[in-house]
């Protein structure tokens, strides 16, 4: 908010989610623990955490009773992200854009990625099935 407040007062083009300009002012504003790549490397994380936070919470905890390290459970948000997403037509964006922690935070690439994949593979295995019906055979 401070960014945008900036922005404002000088005339700028006011951002409306996470950009390096808001990772440089909160390094400048002394908050270095902010840290720009480990920030999008679990923004899916924290999406999961703000959609579904029981799920959320039960990974985790799986997860960490097997001892499994941080980097297979961020591998494993993944997958109920895309089951959302799948369940609200697979418009990942409109999921981000609508919830309001979430709305500041560009969709991961591979998020987006793995929707589209998935999508594709339903929509084929649908299509299968559906033509499978008519075969005279």
Not at 100 to 116: A, D, F, G, N
Request: glycine content about 4%.
């Amino acid at each position: 908010m401070q960014v945008q407040a900036i922005a404002k007062d000088r005339g700028e083009k006011c951002p409306t989610k996470v950009t390096n300009q808001v990772f440089r002012y909160a390094k400048k504003a002394g908050a270095s623990y902010i840290n720009k790549p480990k920030m999008r490397h679990y923004v899916h994380c924290y999406a999961l955490h703000c959609l579904d936070e029981e799920v959320s919470n039960e990974l985790r905890r799986a997860f960490k009773e097997r001892g499994e390290n941080v980097g297979a459970w961020r591998q494993a948000c993944y997958k109920p992200l895309v089951a959302i997403a799948a369940r609200q037509g697979w418009d990942i964006d409109a999921i981000f854009n609508a919830h309001p922690r979430l709305s500041i935070w560009y969709v991961p690439t591979k998020l987006r990625q793995l929707c589209h994949a998935e999508r594709n593979s339903a929509a084929a295995s649908s299509s299968v099935s559906v033509g499978s019906a008519h075969l005279p055979f």
